[in-house]
């Protein structure tokens, strides 16, 4: 026994120098798994896809070559030969128009000064607002030059107009069916299933069935066209009949996201708030402006979130839809890229890719450091 | 239970010798090899292929392997597959317009001595077009064609008939006999109807159409002026009276049929004409066969075909103004009009990936050349749902098939004779077969006339529009070698 416990101690003794160090290292073995299948499945691909959008694919004897050619895919996209495909083409500004960017400019530039009068400031914040409100303002600009005016917005723009058209309706929408359904009404459990069912179907099942109800010469939904005489009238040649077909597809398919998460938000709340603010004699409107909305603003600020860069990403149902057209007029980002790659022109491709990434990178770090402080605060 | 298992046991050694013995009695050569072949989501082209896959197996052993993917995509699928060297697929049937991308990057089996040695596919019965452009690239054979593609006009006899009209012979005549019909009710259900149906959506098979209107106008001295650049310099024939005439044509009929034509597919275009809907249709040779089947057709007997429009005037390309038609002008023009018959894409073909191994290549030329042979296409051509029309001189010269498909005579001879004119025609126009064609012509030209159709652009920018992407692409690639390619393309011995 007494001989025992000597040599389990020296065992002890030599093992735990070891067994320390295997402790030390043992953080990085676990984590190299998940490092190399990151580095293998999006660094890798990252990289190699920015290579990509600075080359040229050429066919050559028993394969393809890939040519180096700088910035030229991108030139074509800004001031080349596809810019009114991408950007669209800009037509004089109305007094709409005018009316528009200068409320729009005067909001940026309110929250600008609001920020650099107040206690918070600091210079790299600064900074970072005067670039951000830069790149905002020539987005803006952009829109505003071409979606009202005579000229055409390109698949730039449409893309921005889905996004902000589609998370607003459905933030709304979503909203406003978890306030109901939290309600103690009949039914309320049926419904909360019913209104689940459009996210579980296939993007391209909603595109074709959004295909057969806009169809107003012989879909479905023929007979209440034929009543109103609407039946010359087509939804899909027309560009904002299009596009409005899109975003009513879009919303109907993912307002039930926004509805489940705001849902489990809004069932979590501790009723005790809500009690205290109707005894204190606080009206419906009060109730949730003041106690239900900030509670639940963490979890609107990334449902949101998750909404905008999904958003920009729609393909499936302007591709079935339309095809991207009348025209090119409810062609998003994705849906150019995926055109012309189409046609094999992958150096092309990769850069209205990358445009994409970089406006969604953008569009999400300005959103999260405009809105985290107030949930924050609010929390 | 025992007893049981060793009776099961002997029972499948028993069928097992039996299949063995049956396949040594039969030609099994092909026992054991699978053939991967792809082609586009059908049911057009799929169909045929698939629903005679069994009966080949049965006769050589070889399993035949149909994976299909969406048209669109079918171009960069196979040649991502071949120049990754990943070859999942040992054969394909696809546009051979493709071959000026495959041919040169050596991703095509050369069958020029296979065509030769095989007696039961009879080249020769295969008409010379087909032999020449379809299958033929610099003068090696890489194809078997099993389809034969030209765009024609087809038309509601009896309609024209009772209002005394005659079928068009010109673009302002498809205009007017189409506005003619427009608003009225041809089918009897008391609906108002349209006078031409065209399939006009974008990414898909639309820009044809306009090539079969433009070819009127650009193309009037022989196959070999060609239709989409100037032979000398490379120069697209985009921007000119003769396309601006085209693109006037094109934006007249999006107005003059259906509110949703500039959404519809030839699918949507082909269904709306075989129930009686359009008094008019431009298409292949696709909806003769569709006008005939029981299931779908409420027009059979009604509808005639004949060649494509053409003009009275041309683009004269010495002063690059239209020009009214003369004997210098227009040498093959009848009664003063301008016939060019657009032999659009060039007609489903069969090739064989090199990179395959030797017996597979074999098993996939036996599979291609049964497709091809007389006895299985004679047939397949009467059948709409094939997608394949006919290439053969026997499809035109033996008439039992397309009776016995429920055609009557005269219209088959009437549908035939359709496709025979515009076979025979020397100013017939070849479609573009130079590398990046499909940029050409599914990017840049589709967007272009999608977008002159919407609004977005005028007339002047589309011409503009083309004519630039064209010359960028063309500059990119290397004008010298695109002007060789286009050169050789057109240079064929009809």
């Known amino acids: 026994m007494h001989a025992s416990a000597r040599a389990v101690s020296a065992a002890a003794s030599w093992w735990r120098p070891m067994a320390s160090r295997l402790d030390r290292v043992a953080g990085g073995v676990f984590i190299l798994p998940a490092v190399v299948v990151i580095l293998a499945f999006s660094i890798f691909p990252l990289l190699s896809s920015l290579y990509v959008s600075l080359s040229r694919l050429g066919f050559a004897q028993g394969g393809v070559e890939l040519k180096f050619v700088g910035f030229d895919n991108y030139a074509k996209l800004l001031f080349g030969i596809d810019r009114p495909h991408f950007l669209g083409v800009t037509g004089p500004l109305t007094p709409i128009g005018i009316a528009v960017l200068l409320a729009i400019y005067g909001l940026f530039a309110l929250l600008l000064y609001r920020y650099a009068r107040g206690p918070n400031r600091t210079i790299g914040g600064l900074v970072g607002r005067v670039l951000a409100t830069a790149i905002a303002g020539t987005l803006v600009w952009l829109i505003v030059n071409t979606v009202l005016t005579s000229g055409r917005p390109g698949t730039l723009v449409v893309t921005l107009v889905y996004v902000a058209v589609d998370v607003s309706v459905q933030y709304l929408l979503g909203l406003g069916l978890a306030l109901l359904v939290v309600q103690h009404l009949p039914g309320r459990r049926f419904f909360r299933v019913v209104f689940l069912l459009p996210m579980m179907i296939t993007p391209v099942g909603v595109a074709y069935l959004f295909r057969m109800l806009v169809d107003t010469s012989k879909g479905p939904l023929y007979p209440l066209w034929a009543h109103f005489g609407l039946t010359d009238i087509s939804w899909v040649t027309n560009p904002w009949g299009a596009r409005l077909a899109v975003m009513v597809g879009d919303v109907w398919q993912w307002t039930p996201f926004i509805f489940i998460v705001l849902l489990a938000a809004i069932e979590t709340l501790p009723h005790e708030l809500v009690e205290a603010a109707v005894v204190d004699g606080a009206n419906r409107w009060q109730v949730f402006w003041r106690i239900t909305f900030p509670q639940i603003l963490p979890a609107t600020i990334t449902v949101v979130l998750i909404r905008i860069i999904e958003g920009f990403k729609i393909v499936d149902l302007p591709n079935v839809l339309t095809n991207g057209g009348p025209g090119t007029a409810t062609e998003s980002l994705t849906l150019h890229a995926y055109t012309i790659w189409r046609a094999l022109d992958i150096g092309g491709s990769a850069a209205v890719a990358y445009m994409l990434l970089i406006v969604v990178t953008f569009v999400g770090i300005a959103y999260v450091n405009l809105f985290r402080p107030r949930a924050a605060a609010a929390a | 239970m025992s007893r049981v298992l060793a009776k099961a046991v002997v029972l499948l050694v028993f069928v097992a010798a039996c299949s063995t013995g049956s396949n040594t009695s039969s030609n099994q050569s092909f026992s054991g090899t699978t053939i991967r072949v792809v ?456």
């Open chain 2, 39 to 494: 082609t586009f989501t059908g049911p057009q082209i799929a169909e045929p292929l698939q629903r005679r896959a069994p009966d080949f197996e049965k006769a050589t052993g070889a399993k035949v392997q149909i994976i299909t993917v969406p048209f669109s995509d079918l171009y960069q699928k196979l040649l991502t597959d071949f120049a990754t060297k990943t070859n999942s697929y040992d054969a394909t049937v696809f546009d051979p317009q493709w071959m000026g991308d495959y041919v040169p990057s050596g991703y095509l089996e050369d069958l020029t001595d296979r065509v030769k040695n095989d007696s039961a596919l009879n080249w020769n019965d295969i008409a010379p077009f087909f032999r020449d452009f379809s299958a033929t690239f610099k003068g090696h054979v890489y194809t078997v064609p099993l389809d034969g593609d030209f765009q024609m006009v087809y038309y509601r006899k009896d309609l024209l008939q009772k209002d005394g009209l005659q079928p068009p012979a010109t673009w302002e005549d498809y205009i007017s006999i189409a506005k003619h019909f427009q608003g009225k009710d041809l089918n009897g259900d008391g609906k108002a109807d349209y006078g031409s149906c065209l399939a006009m959506k974008r990414s898909a098979q639309s820009y044809w159409a306009w090539i079969s209107i433009a070819s009127a106008y650009l193309q009037s001295q022989g196959t070999k002026q060609g239709a989409f650049f100037n032979t000398d310099n490379m120069q697209p024939l985009m921007n000119n009276p003769g396309a601006a005439a085209a693109l006037d044509v094109y934006k007249q009929l999006s107005k003059i049929g259906p509110p949703e034509q500039l959404n519809q597919d030839v699918g949507d275009s082909r269904g709306l004409f075989v129930t009686g809907r359009c008094a008019l249709s431009l298409d292949w040779g696709d909806i003769g066969p569709l006008a005939v089947d029981k299931a779908q057709s409420t027009v059979q007997d009604k509808v005639g075909a004949v060649i494509l429009p053409g003009s009275k005037k041309v683009l004269d390309r010495s002063t690059g103004q239209l020009a009214d038609c003369t004997a210098t002008l227009c040498p093959y023009a009848t009664n003063g009009v301008n016939h060019a018959p657009f032999a659009a894409f060039g007609g489903w073909s069969g090739a064989i990936n090199k990179a395959a191994p030797a017996k597979t290549k074999d098993a996939a030329f036996a599979f291609l050349s049964y497709m091809s042979q007389s006895a299985q296409s004679s047939v397949d051509v009467t059948i709409g749902k094939t997608g394949f029309n006919p290439y053969r001189t026997s499809h035109f010269n033996n008439m039992g098939p397309w009776t016995a498909s429920g055609m009557s005579e005269q219209a088959a001879n009437d549908y035939l004779g359709a496709i025979k004119s515009s076979l025979q025609s020397p100013n017939m126009v070849l479609d573009l077969r130079i590398p990046q064609t499909a940029f050409y012509q599914q990017t840049a030209l589709d967007t272009a006339l999608a977008q002159f159709l919407a609004g977005e652009i005028s007339l002047t920018q589309c011409m503009t529009q083309i004519t630039n992407q064209w010359n960028s692409k063309t500059d990119e690639i290397g004008r010298a070698s695109q002007l060789d390619a286009y050169r050789s393309s057109l240079s064929i011995t009809k």
